[in-house]
């Protein structure tokens, strides 16, 4: 299973910050999330930048156990 971090409001939407999902490519890693956090996650993903190990990714990018996901959703500074 992949590790999917999650970040900021997507973090909060989600309720956790890490978790195993999984899934053989991110749009699927992330299709089972959505599923599992719900409505609020899932309206936050369009917005969001995805990372495999440090790498930009899209939703065909392959997965394998251990590789950790990001999502990170765009942030303002105050």
């Known amino acids: 299973m992949a590790v999917l971090r999650l970040f900021a409001s997507i973090r909060v939407a989600a309720g956790t910050g890490k978790t195993a999902i999984p899934g053989d490519t991110v749009g699927e890693v992330i299709n ?3 599923k599992q956090f719900g ?3 899932s309206t936050l993903l369009p917005n969001c930048k995805i990372w495999v190990n440090g790498k930009q990714a899209d939703l065909s990018t392959s997965v394998v156990d ?3 996901v990001a999502l990170l959703p765009p942030v303002s500074g105050g």
């Open 32 to 34: 089972t999330a959505s």
């Open 66 to 68: 251990e590789d950790e």
């Open 39 to 41: 409505e609020t996650f």
